[in-house]
């Protein structure tokens, strides 16, 4: 949510924080600026509207320098125009900042620099940031004293960077509650220096990165200089940056969406080689004891989004695989209910960006019960990852791509092997059955491969979906969440409206929608709750509804009974889950690009939710 980048170096500075705000462009894009000085003196360009949009507007500003810092802004106080994006200045126009996340009591910092004067340009939070500053400078502070009696000031989460006039060869940062790095590289014998809000931003340049931990701030200039709030110097070690250029290049694909969706098979193939071996299953970067998790009383899954329908499905991995009491909940529900809990329940948070601010919320609600807390997460650096006792990689890989695809199938899977492995070290599975799904886990892969070869008979049933307003999406147990991730990326990047239900509840209301015009996706793949499934799209049918079924191969009687029949392999029920998603992707994706839809950047959305 906004995206940062900084750079100090010998390079053309335009085209690097350009291309780094083009990287970064999937955490917002309202609106998007630079700040640079440029022979000496503190130049702004902003724009409102996409990266592309500023780069047009660079065309006609000639920009020399190699000091700069940028923003690609989604928008929270103060629409999507140019007065609000970033950066913002103080009066005189020699200081500039940006920031990522939300000041929590601007409203009373600008009335009290109201008061002294200060007027305010744009309608947002972030403006109080440089009149602060001033401010501070105008008591006698040096601009390094003024940055940190700032951010003293300050209330809420930041991640913020800013450049000025008074030292033109340094760029000022802090971290609170935000993501930021720092990264060192090398041009030419000379190092250079970046700083961006995610590790793309700085590939292929950083060669060495460190993440940053809330209360630190500092500044670049021909080094990298850290403090804590109490301006004490804070030591620190890189990290190698192993991301490589082509895991966050769309390569041949037209989108990332796209190109996420295929790389699942190969993701899933990864999982299994590390997590089964000769029929044990390894979670060795765990950091929770077996003693622990086989005592565990009651599981609390809390996540959002996408990361709450797998959350969803690992309620009855847990339940049924693992007998645990477990219950799955939107973090930004747990967050505020303030749940009746014992020492012997495990928190899970779920979290693809390891940054998600309700997920991490939750994390803080479980640690001050003092809970112990397990987070699955695609990103080991991020905060939740972080702050959570225990963890586990998800490995998709980085995904670019708003609407999340191949997270959700790893996080599936993921939890799936969880919850076998609690119940082995609990005794409640026999060597037998454990054998037996191994061998059915390793088909996955294959069997997804196969579904994604559909593609043009689901590019059939999008045509058909692209002018309608309504769709419904109907699942039981395991797939009920698979009906709600469906109805989900279905909404998000096509914007027609969408619904999942857990099936049997479809005739206590839902079904009054169905009408000739409203479609049917029902997920129906074999087994216990198949011929439930049956009545219920018949029940959709009698009413007119036209119906697109989910079902195993060769189910010939589902298919006779509706308008479009999608097969996938026949595999039991519980990992059904991860193959009906495909073809639900799959259609949002075509059904998106029919109705003309940006499907990496759909509107109003962003890829990390860090704010509540
Ligand atoms: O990074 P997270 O998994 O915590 O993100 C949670 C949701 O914001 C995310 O899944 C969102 O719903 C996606 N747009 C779904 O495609």
Redesign the pocket.
Known sequence: MCGIVGYIGPKSIDSVLLVGLIKLEYRGYDSAGLAVISDGELTIAKEKGRIADLENRLRNLELRGHVGIGHTRWATHGEPSRRNAHPHTNSDGTLAVVHNGIIENYLELKQILQKKGYVFESETDTEVIPHLIDDFLRQGLTLERAFLATLKELKGKYALAMISELQKERIYFARNGAPLIVAMGEHAGQKEYLLASDIPALVPLAKLAYYLHDGEWGYLDNGVFLFNLENQHVDFSWEAVTIRAEDIDKGSYPHFMIKEIYEQPEIMRRILRRRLRQNQILFDELRLSKDFLSSLGRIIIQ?????LHAGLVAKLYLEQRAHIETTADYSSEFRYRNPVVGGDTLVVG???????AD?LAGIHEAKAKFLRVLSFVNNLNSTIARESEGVIDLMAGPEIG???TK?YTAELLNLYLFALYLSELRWKIQEEEKKSLALELQNIPSYMEEILQQEKQLRAISEYLADKNSVLFLGRTFNYPTALEGA??LK?ISYIHAEGYAAGEFKHGPIALVTDKVPVIVIAPQGEMRSKMISNLQEAKARKGTIIAIISKGDDEIAALSDFAIEIPSIREELSPLLAVLPLQLIAYHTALLRGCDVDKPRN?AK??TVE
Request: avoid cysteine; charged fraction near 15%; glycine fraction near 8%.
């Open positions: 996540a959002s989004g996408t990361s779920i979290s693809q960006s390891g940054e998600t997920t708003v609407a999340s997270a989900l990326k998000e959305l990390s939710v």
